[in-house]
């Protein structure tokens, strides 16, 4: 088994694990050493094999009496390993004779061995009774079966005595160290035995029990790893941030984030609405509002037509349209209606309370962190690399990893102490927020001009191409050179580029918000129009099916046969058409994205890459360059994303599904482009640790969202002949129909009574103050935490140079000191020579702080180290000379002490 | 494994090594083996070629300051029980070991202290207890390449020997490297689990 190690032991393992969690920037995390475990326990297992026979002559004279606290204790750490122990007895038994010649050839084993020796017999009494033991030492405590009731009761006794010991050792005249020991002798004793005193079996119970706490954390570990490994992308995540920084993480954190959620609805929308309906529901072709009309049935398998979401797809589970106002459907009477505006609700529902919950949770995080800022640069100079990387490939991320750590730290620092004109910057600042609001202003004024104009076109007949699309032309020319001339200005500002990033996104933001509005506006427009049309739809509907069945020329013998529902003419269902404009928005959108990256990113750096050996200038260096991955685009375009789905969900209920399918792989493509074609930015900046920026944004968009679904379910009547809630006066009724119903008539009056504004009104009110105290006690609290930080922050400032001022003053006159005791120190080499250089350097640096403060030094036990190494035949000059050294001292006493031994 | 080396008794000196260091005995016949697979030519004793060969400390920036610290006081090579000691220092601590041990003995080499010192040998180029800010650009450079800019390196240098100087004199004495990893968990992150 000896082979198995592979290289120094420093390195083994490292290969296989240190890649699996390359890029992280911590090293050494505690997974970190879990491929060795099974060693260990081998290692073990031989241990137990080699150290069986014990002899009491060997025991140290340490122990006066038998059965003291002296050597129960140590049975301890080795009890652990018996599993291993009672397997190998069998075979222990011949090597016994060999290892006990041995050991009394030996004749001092060391310490730890003797240790291990109790508790092995015990082990082996225990197993074969019969086995006659030489040692009666142990006997008293050997194993359960075997105890005779005189025995019990001595242990018991002992376990008595001991904890009358632990009572009474303040009372014993002893010197402290003995006490010390004694006490935590006793303790373990205690600790030990009265489990193994319990009732019948309980030793093997202890045995067990600490077997299966040995596997338990085995199995903690195991599964931490697990987890890690569990969660998506995280290697992909990683890989990028080493390369590319924090910041640039962040936003496929984001993106994960949001897939998750994403997967939450689609599940809710897609388990209680689509697959009933599905199930369930009347077949396709039944009813009118389920069968593509006749006009259009020569073209619904068309590609063209069903790229743009008509035809078949349009008469589909996917859209509001095709459900049917039947109150329960199939033979579990599912309320489909019922569920359907249930769905929607808690759509909007879950994803306000998953957004507040994630914002909440962050911001706890960060107020407890926070507090190692004083040694930022030494922990990552010191501590950065992960000595168990044996795995090229993983080194060269960890390379990555600390330079782009480095690099975030330098732009922090950078920033901190920036020192420049207030004024100026302020009024830079002023100027920049100035141009910056003319030009949403001046964008917003453009947008509002182009909508009403194109209200004007629609009017019109033969508008052109130009005319017709104007909208959509100025709102992407808008969309393309407004941010980057917002990064322009806000290069005036001089924030800090973490900072410079927020206000990147809110006026980006504050843009977009302009293209949303004009987008509803025009689909609101669309909606009243076909809203006014209904009414006549729905006459000549009437009339239609009167005419039909009332209309002479049919033998009334035989009843007419229904009229085929392709034929029956029908409204617009204006519901399925906002579900099919939200549709077409994200599909477009989507691929709009994915051409840009593989254009502008992919493309170009090919472009960039390829051509760079025969051109005039230097393409890399120069104008077209690699690009930079675009953190507030992508992340404002996720969002913006998610706004349409929230918006359109409810009469689109298969949109979820496609976005789900979007997200996906616009995670491994976004990897991949970054990964290949994108540099890291100039200025590498750290995130901050939470994006509750991110989750502001995306909660005001939800919001946003919110408003035009509410108002629709509110105030507009759905259509007369499709969706599940044609046929009422308004969506929500459903709600009250089901009350009715099903609930028993009290409960419907608990929910009128509820529904009292003078209940709602104070309620609101309540709430209200609540929020207001909350909020001003969690201000409180953190204005205190600042104040304790700066706080701590200062007192270590004064304490830093108070001392620097008093070792300049004292370096001076120590000087000569110094060297005086360097002289000394190298009449003291001989004898230690692994490390006598160490204890020259010490001995140097103790001149130093021993004269200058006494307040530094390390709380050592002193007394310790010089009984330890004082009769050791260090020159006793030598040791008075610093007489409380460092800690480290005892590296060098222990090589000292094994000379005279 | 064969019936003679499987043998702790072997190894020359093993119950003083034992005590030295606090290996198991399975342990020190695991680095036993370790050694002799090292050791190419049956010399007996390592040499700095033979700790180079190994290809995980190639790809490790520091690696040839991790071998330096095998060979003390610039002598060619190390024997078994130096050997040993080294690697002693990243024994994994034992909860028991404080009750037990006999406070009249030497803090073992894997003590938190022992640790740290390894560690801060590995920057102390020159070994004379400082880390000046000189050695700290030279394993900087080591660890981060060519990526960053020298002015940057100059910078980060700058502050850490800002960050952890406490006694102004531009260097980072033991103590002060002590302090500033107060809050690290070096027990934990110097520690082997398979060098029980």
């Not at chain 1, 009547?717 to 046929?727: I, L, Q, T, W, Y």
């Not at chain 1, 304490?799 to 190298?826: F, G, I, M, P, Y």
Request: net charge positive; with cysteine; glycine share 8%.
């Amino acid at each position: 088994m000896s082979h198995q190690l592979k290289g120094l032991e420093k390195e083994a393992g490292g290969g296989v694990r240190g890649r699996a969690r390359s890029g992280h920037p911590h090293p050494g995390d505690r997974s970190g050493r879990r491929p060795s475990t099974k060693r260990t326990s081998k290692a073990k297992g031989s241990r137990v094999q080699h150290g069986v026979q014990p002899s009491q002559k060997e025991r140290p004279g340490g122990s006066p009496r038998p059965g003291s606290p002296r050597r129960k204790p140590m049975d301890r750490p080795a009890r652990r390993s018996r599993p291993e122990g009672l397997r190998r007895l069998e075979r222990s038994s011949v090597e016994e004779r060999t290892c006990q010649g041995r050991r009394k050839r030996d004749g001092r084993t060391s310490f730890k061995e003797q240790r291990a020796h109790p508790k092995k017999e015990k082990e082996v009494v225990g197993k074969e009774l019969k086995k006659p033991r030489s040692s009666s030492l142990v006997s008293s405590t050997s194993s359960d079966e075997s105890l005779s009731e005189e025995e019990l009761a001595r242990i018991l006794e002992q376990v008595e005595e001991k904890k009358k010991l632990i009572a009474t050792m303040r009372n014993k005249p002893w010197p402290m160290a003995k006490k010390l020991t004694e006490l935590r002798e006793a303790q373990a004793f205690v600790e030990n035995y009265e489990g193994a005193l319990g009732k019948g079996k309980g030793k093997r119970l202890y045995a067990y029990r600490m077997q299966m706490a040995k596997k338990w954390v085995k199995f903690k570990r195991d599964f931490d790893n697990f987890k890690t490994q569990c969660i998506p992308w995280e290697m992909k995540i990683k890989d990028i941030e080493s390369h590319f920084g924090s910041s640039v993480a962040s936003y496929f954190i984001f993106l994960r984030w949001m897939y998750g959620v994403n997967l939450v609805l689609f599940g809710l929308i897609f388990g209680l609405v689509i697959i009933p309906e599905v199930l369930m529901g009347v077949p396709y072709g039944s009813i009118p509002r389920k069968t593509v009309p006749r006009a259009e049935e020569a073209k619904a398998m068309d590609f063209s037509v069903l790229w743009d979401f008509e035809g078949y797809i349009k008469y589909s589970a996917l859209f509001y349209g095709y459900y049917n106002n039947q109150r329960t459907i199939g033979w579990l009477r599912y309320r489909l209606p019922m569920a359907y505006f249930m769905v929607g609700v808690s759509v909007f529902g879950y994803s306000l309370m998953i957004v507040i919950r994630s914002m909440a949770s962050n911001t706890q995080g960060s107020t407890g962190e926070g507090e190692n800022d004083n040694f930022t640069f030494s922990f990552k100079m010191f501590t950065s690399w992960d000595y168990l990387i044996g795995n090229s490939e993983t080194a060269d991320n960890k390379y990555a990893s600390i330079t782009t750590s480095f690099k975030e730290s330098i732009v922090d620092e950078q920033e901190s102490n920036k020192e420049e004109n207030v004024h100026l910057t302020r009024f830079l600042r002023v100027l920049a927020n100035f141009l910056i609001i003319c030009c949403l202003c001046g964008s917003g004024y453009l947008i509002y001009f182009v909508v009403k104009r194109s209200q004007e076109f629609s009017k019109m007949q033969n508008v052109s191409w130009y005319e017709r699309n104007e909208v959509e032309i100025v709102m992407s020319l808008l969309g393309m050179f407004c941010p980057p001339l917002f990064e322009t200005i806000a290069a005036l500002e001089n924030y800090h580029p973490r900072i410079g990033l927020k206000w990147q996104l809110g006026r980006i933001f504050a843009l977009f918000l302009g293209n949303l509005y004009t987008f509803l506006l025009a689909l609101m427009d669309d909606v009243h129009l076909k809203l006014a049309n209904e009414e006549t739809i729905k006459n000549i509907t009437h009339w239609t099916l009167f005419n039909y069945y009332n209309s002479s020329g049919w033998n009334d013998s035989v009843p007419r046969p229904p009229l085929h529902p392709a034929d029956v003419p029908r409204g617009s269902c204006w519901e399925t058409a906002v579900g099919i404009e939200f549709m077409r928005l994200t599909v477009s959108d989507m691929l709009v994205t994915y051409i840009t990256i593989l254009v502008g990113d992919f493309l170009r750096a090919c472009f960039v890459r390829f051509m760079n050996h025969c051109w005039c200038w230097d393409l890399e260096a120069g104008f077209p360059s690699y690009a930079e991955f675009d953190i507030s685009g992508n992340v404002l375009g996720l969002i913006f994303n998610q706004g349409m789905i929230w918006m359109g969900s409810f009469y689109a209920p298969g949109l979820l599904g496609i976005n789900v399918l979007r997200l996906l792989t616009s995670m491994y493509f976004q990897c991949w482009a970054v990964m290949s074609s994108n540099v890291p930015h100039e200025r590498v900046f750290k995130a901050s640790r939470s994006n509750n920026f991110y989750m502001g944004l995306l909660l005001l968009v939800l919001f946003l969202s919110l408003l035009p679904v509410a108002y629709t379910i509110m105030s507009l009547p759905p259509s007369f002949d499709c969706g599940p809630f044609s046929g009422k006066n308004r969506m929500y009724d459903v709600l009250q129909e089901t009350i009715e119903n099903d609930f028993p008539t009290f409960l419907g009056k608990i929910f009128a009574f509820l529904a009292n504004p003078g209940l709602i009104i104070p309620a609101i009110l309540l709430m209200f103050l609540a929020i207001y105290y909350l909020n001003s006690v969690s201000k409180g609290l953190s204005r205190a935490n600042a104040q304790l930080r700066k706080k701590i922050q200062a007192l270590r400032e004064i304490e830093k140079s108070h001392k620097s001022v008093k070792c300049r003053a004292s370096n001076s006159e120590n000087r000569s000191k110094h060297q005086n005791d360097t002289q000394l120190q190298l009449t003291k080499e001989e004898p230690m020579p692994l490390s006598a250089s160490q204890c020259q350097t010490l001995d140097k640096k103790t001149g130093n702080t021993a004269t200058s403060s006494s307040a530094r030094k390390i709380p050592q036990p002193a007394s310790r180290h010089l009984t330890g190494s004082q009769p050791l035949g260090v020159k006793p000059d030598a040791g008075q000379s610093q007489p409380q050294t460092h800690p480290f001292r005892s590296a060098t006493g222990k090589s000292i002490q094994r000379t005279p031994r | 494994m064969g019936t003679r080396s499987s043998h702790v008794a072997v190894i020359p000196d093993v119950d003083d090594i034992r005590r030295d260091t606090g290996f198991s005995q399975a342990s020190l016949l695991r680095l036993y083996h370790r050694f002799r697979a090292l050791d190419r030519n049956k010399k007996g004793y390592l040499s700095r070629m033979d700790l180079q060969q190994i290809g995980a400390l190639a790809v490790n920036p520091l690696g040839d300051r991790i071998i330096d610290s095998f060979f003390p006081h610039g002598s060619q090579c190390v024997d078994f029980p130096g050997f040993v000691r080294v690697l002693a220092h990243f024994r994994p601590i034992e909860n028991e070991d404080p009750g037990t041990r006999d406070p009249k003995q030497p803090e073992p080499l894997n003590s938190r202290m022992n640790k740290l010192r390894f560690a801060f040998q590995l920057y102390d180029l020159d070994g004379d207890g400082k880390i000046s800010r000189q050695e700290m650009l030279q394993v900087l450079r080591l660890m981060v390449g060519v990526q960053v800019t020298e002015e940057q390196l100059e910078s980060i240098t700058d502050r850490t020997v800002q960050e952890a100087d406490e006694d102004g004199d531009g260097a980072v004495s033991f103590l002060e490297f002590t302090k500033s990893l107060e809050k690290m968990n070096i027990e934990q992150k110097m520690s082997i689990r398979i060098l029980k």
